[in-house]
């Protein structure tokens, strides 16, 4: 079947070539051919802190997906053989109107997770991570998150990039008991942006307990806590370093390296991974696609962690 | 129909929202279905003067085709109206064989011809164009040629974007009495490059005809010459200046005007236009996107003259 | 006055020293102090075209501004020295808010139109062109607009950059025969985008027009329309073409030179102008400035119009 | 007073909006007002080894310096509500007169320590740090020194960016008995440019030592040699990597992380910190603006290092 | 010879390839061997008005002259092959210290042209051209000057880029009845900024009289103005709009097109030019390097006038 | 010697002035003069993966290579005062012909070595490496290989970047007993790109292995298999993290830091160095030369390694 579709879209060999789809997979929206649906949130209306531009970031990771090639070399697996992976196109977003956005997102999220799909968003703002986590706690339940951030996103005020875990955790999206927060750092307005997050139940690892703890502790701590739950992972690119990934809407200083987070993703093996977001990648600022390709490695190491726990369930 | 596979790409409105096929047209090789296929050839391999990079042209046009909207406001024409237009995604090239590139873009394009369907070729540097040439001579005879351009492109030696019109012409794909060449200018290796292209028979207009004459006077003439042949345009970005189109493989400083080749395209109006290149885009150097929305503005003045052409025909 | 506040942003005659007020001037909210009111306004949830970023451009073009020396050649007159002009900062927007953005910004140009200052608007993308001009018809009435851009922005649908001027006339703040639309050009959505502007009474002339026919005949035909009418100017940067104004929201080619847009403001010569924003710069995009360093140039040439203006009234 | 302040810049809590005075604290020269006068120095006369264009930096790291909120996460400490940190603006600087600027940038110094004010400089290429120290001298006798830096700065010839260090420790400006150099890195013309800075008394510390032996090595070592004397940070910008800092005048690979340099400056707390330079930020190469992020949030540490002494001399 | 010599750099054809040297020519010192010798002078320490970064043009300009291919269009000519020119090399520069920088250019320049070898100097900022003029004058006398620029650069106070001309006024260097200032423009700190040159002797075309009256008028006041004087040709980038030329020290928009530019060069043709520079690009900004592309265009056409004056001669 | 020939390209001590030969070393083909050949090979006609672009990077490497000053701090050697290295210029290729580029590179490469010099090739794309190894083998056998790299480079299919190391092993260039690879990671195409290397004698090095094992690990084990034979060094860019090495043709997430390369070069004192390539610089994506400036010092390194071989040959 794929090798129609990739007819169809001239794809060829070369990762600069042809219309880009996410991995050169079938574009479609008829969610009986899927097992996980690839979809673009192009809405940087939540974006209050600094710079906008995430609305393109869906295009510029489509762009550079072709790189990703198949084969992910430490889980020696091939996600696209285990898991029927298509790119779904966009959802629909309304870039002057927020609360129309949280709707449609909302409602298009759970038309693809009710069809038994998976879902693995490319923002978009982190704002978007609400709508999804609605959808995804209407099939099951308060879900286990692991949330790769520089920020909390504990801040008070109406939906945006910075409040929305907070409002998250507070609509009962989030399991309290599984919430680990890792690449947290940077300035702050107050104590409370530190209280906060422990208050609500977050696990809270900044850069500096990464570096100095390494990330294996972080990883044993994120086991610990998921455990079988489903787990949802929110991934915001400005985690990372600006080194590693400048073209983010909020930089702070003293991040992650990129290895560092492909480590915690790798580490996650064999843990339910239902769904994720990939959000923040601002391509304006992004002069030679570093963070786009950064992102797209990010949705990689997702879908090998979706395929090898349909292999385990399968496999049992 | 085109609503249903909009549905499917996911494009809704936003110029900067979903999969990317030109102008969120239907991405299909069903030759059945279409008027004109939009195809992109994203080889640079001929293009050995000064920068590579026009290999990743025909995805940086089709990313910001969205914002061609539709409607021609000088010819009063929606042309994906009159005319069946789809995304054919990418000719087969061969980074590293030219010649192999050579055979599969002629062999692609004379597939596409012989369904009755037009051509619409997104580059990849100029050498491209000898290989629709071939296909289209071999359907409609020698071409005129409106060839946009700041170079000849008559130089000597083997097969690349310098020699690629000496070549279709020494072939015959080209009639000798119908060759506008519109834009020429800057530094030469030698008074041969002035000579060869008028013994070959090219029409001449530097740039500094067109702002002295002005350029109705160009369309005039090129009226003229070209009159019911069946004609094709290659159309060089480096005919406008780099102010204009600074992301060109090799930038020649006195050039064109966008609006200059807006009229000189419109001026086209009821001629023959059955195909047509636009090449040397060259994205790494395109910092604000300006040239690939020039380059996707020509492709739009293109389709509305081939549905203008069509209507003249339907109309007859 | 001046030479104290000077020294208090120790600005001293380095263009790129000291802190950014607008040319230098005094930061300052009592309006019992000033003429004019420069004032950013870092909103850009109203582009929903393509690009966003607009946020940017106040701090943008505040940051270029001292390029602006002075002393305007051609009137032969230091606008800082007939008005006191003082930097009023940035008013109250909400990034993702639209409704509050309407309504405050409304209010705190109400606030400062009362105290009979004028308002020369840093944008912002174009959407904010209606709360300034429903505090502008408070106090004079429907007004005449020269409105330089690429789009007719007449578009049905709710506030946002697209449909500012339909909502404007709708609402009775322009004056319909006095609305003169400068730049217009591109591909349209449907022929509506021609009729509509045209049934809602504006005076339009495109870049075709202005090339044809010459500055001259343009600013003829306005200042006839226009007479003694209070004027507002709404300039939206993407009138002029991508070479001189790469760093917009929605660039179109084919636009007018910088040298144009000059010759039409200077053509405005003793007009009553009362007020004006300079929208759509997109400074991520602004790889050297030159879209900010026209957009602070626009400004430059308001503040000389403006102070034209009072020198006529004075003289009287 | 700040309230009223903020309101006369109309900055609001978005980073990107209003009058960016540094961390949008008063722009005043009145000193009785201050406890710390932030200062721009926008000279890059001195900057003789590669790239000119740290003239831009002050105005660079005010844009961003919104982005410090406030609170420091690792010190739970709020330094602006314990010190009076006001934007001083500019120091006199002459582009192209060496001499007038040593003089003038000295005596603006002494002006304000003279007042009992402590000075947080943005350069400018790192010459400036001569007549800074001269007035510090003037204040403190010989300082200890904290030097980042990927160069010792102790080349022969007259003053400019590679010299300082050597002319300020020849003029008995520096105790080298507590001068530390951290980052020190690179190709070098000559043995003498590793055995000058010991010679001088200067504890260097590579980031290959950095790297083997860790940051807390650095810091006890340095803390043991600083001790209570009073202590200037001279924060050369280039000791970070390029990856992290690459809009610096001299880039050097294999340098610091982000992460490093902030271990280094938490590391000094309780130190009697009483002046700092951040130097040679080159703005024209810094695409992201991450280099101009670094320096701010090098800022804020040095802002919390100079508010927990205040602390501890209060709580004394 | 120069077979031989273009062996020795490893050139070939190819515009990108081997070691930079101007127009691939020989790199020597030896006078004997040369009639034109391009120099470089990297200096930008009189940059005072706005952007450093003039230092590194020379290098920008000599990597894109192989661009130039050989052969002038226009006039007919191949300038090396009537001309032997040859790379100097970059003159003896100070960067923090203008006078010694003035002096040894000065000196250099005396030493090349008393060897009867004409110089074409590639800038570095506007200040360098007064040494140059000091060295002219001495074997010339005054001269004949056309100054292409923005600015008059006639300002008081020392020696910078922006009093560089009326010094040399000042001192005698230039003939008051054939100096030609063309492309003037843009806001100024007062009216004495435009008395001043015409007071001085100027005769100032704005580029509103270059737009108005054309370049022919131009050319033809030009010619009668400057008549058999030994003509020095100044060419500051910055006449050039910021469109055709973005990477100046200052721009200024309302400016020439650079076709505007090449066509006043052309019209000198048959006069006596003795000397040139091309000065105030400044590469940092430089995207898409379209502005040295200019630059090394201008000197194409300074050398085509070079050996026209030649042949001249030759043939009288 | 060397100073008269520095005069000669004018060159002083300032890193930006001058015709930029390699490190200001003379330009010569003279092999007679030469210890060492810094040659450019400007191909970018085996990039068949993703971006060209690597033609400009010999350029790209000279320019910043007077950056490198001449001292090597950690190895306390000058290496220009013990070889003669000089600039050979550019190698010839053919950039639309693959065969006759990989036989004059062959050719040219034989014909260096068999004077007795050794080569440090400047390129390029990664294939270059093959005709270069031919010609080392010709003269010392299969050789010992440190591959520096993110890619195996043992793709099935013709002659190109991702080919190269294969074909070399094919073809007996190799010796297998002695081939590392370092920093290899990254999404493949199918587990063969894992077993391939292994099968084919590679002793591979993943950056996770660098990151967990340490690099003085990788020292050790590289030295162990190299022993006393010819070591040739194929230093591929894309081996360090994008953060590093933005501009590359191929980026992966995950590698290595530049120190890291660093040391492992250094680690390799004593070993008998007789060849290097740098590749895959891309320079059009190299916005603050960060990448450029790392490749200079890998070459400065290999240069340090070169003599301290040579030292220790003398010493013998």
Redesign the interface.
């Known amino acids: 079947m794929k090798g129609e579709d990739l007819?169809?879209?001239?794809?060829?060999l070369?990762?600069?070539?042809?219309?880009?789809?996410f991995m050169r997979q079938v574009?479609?929206?008829d969610l009986e051919k899927l097992d996980v649906a690839v979809?673009?949130i192009?809405y940087?209306?939540?974006?209050?802190?600094?710079?906008?531009?995430a609305?393109?970031a869906?295009?510029a990771i489509?762009?550079v997906s072709p790189?990703?090639?198949?084969?992910?070399?430490?889980h020696?697996i091939?996600p696209l053989g285990v898991l029927r992976v298509g790119?779904?196109?966009?959802?629909?977003?309304s870039?002057?109107?927020?609360s129309a956005t949280l709707e449609t997102v909302h409602q298009e999220a759970r038309t693809i997770l009710r069809a038994g799909v998976q879902i693995l968003a490319l923002g978009g703002d982190h704002?978007i991570t609400l709508p999804l986590l609605r959808a995804y706690a209407e099939r099951y339940g308060p879900l286990a998150i692991l949330h790769l951030d520089a920020h909390a996103d504990t801040w008070p005020g109406?939906?945006?990039h910075s409040s929305v875990l907070r409002l998250a955790r507070e609509e009962g999206l989030i399991d309290p008991t599984a919430w680990i927060q890792v690449g947290i750092?940077?300035?702050?307005?107050?104590?409370a942006?530190?209280t906060t997050p422990t208050r609500l139940g977050a696990q809270v690892w900044?850069?500096?307990d990464c570096?100095s703890r390494g990330m294996a502790a972080v990883i044993a701590a994120a086991r610990e806590a998921i455990g079988p739950r489903p787990l949802y992972l929110s991934l915001d690119l400005d985690a990372f370093?600006?080194?590693?990934a400048?073209?983010v809407g909020?930089?702070?200083?003293?991040?992650l390296?990129?290895?560092q987070g492909?480590q915690l993703l790798r580490g996650l093996k064999g843990l339910r991974v239902v769904g994720a977001d990939i959000v923040e990648l601002c391509p304006?600022?992004?002069?030679?696609?570093?963070t786009a390709?950064?992102a797209a490695?990010l949705a990689?190491e997702v879908l090998a962690l979706m395929a090898l726990a349909r292999e385990a369930r399968s496999g049992a």
Chains 1, 2, 3, 4, 5, 6 share one sequence.
């Open positions: 007819l169809a879209y001239g794809a060829d070369l990762a600069y070539g042809g219309i880009p789809t574009a479609t929206r979809v673009g192009p940087d209306g939540g974006a209050t802190s600094y710079r906008s531009g609305r393109l869906p295009r489509r762009n790189l990703l090639w198949g084969f992910h070399r430490e020696a091939a790119d779904y196109g966009d959802l629909h977003v870039p002057g109107d927020a704002s109406p939906w945006d750092r940077g300035p702050l307005w107050s104590e942006d530190i900044t850069t500096g570096h370093d600006p080194a590693f400048p073209a909020t930089p702070e200083v003293g991040g390296t990129s290895y492909l304006p600022y992004d002069s030679a696609e570093i390709i950064l490695n990689f």
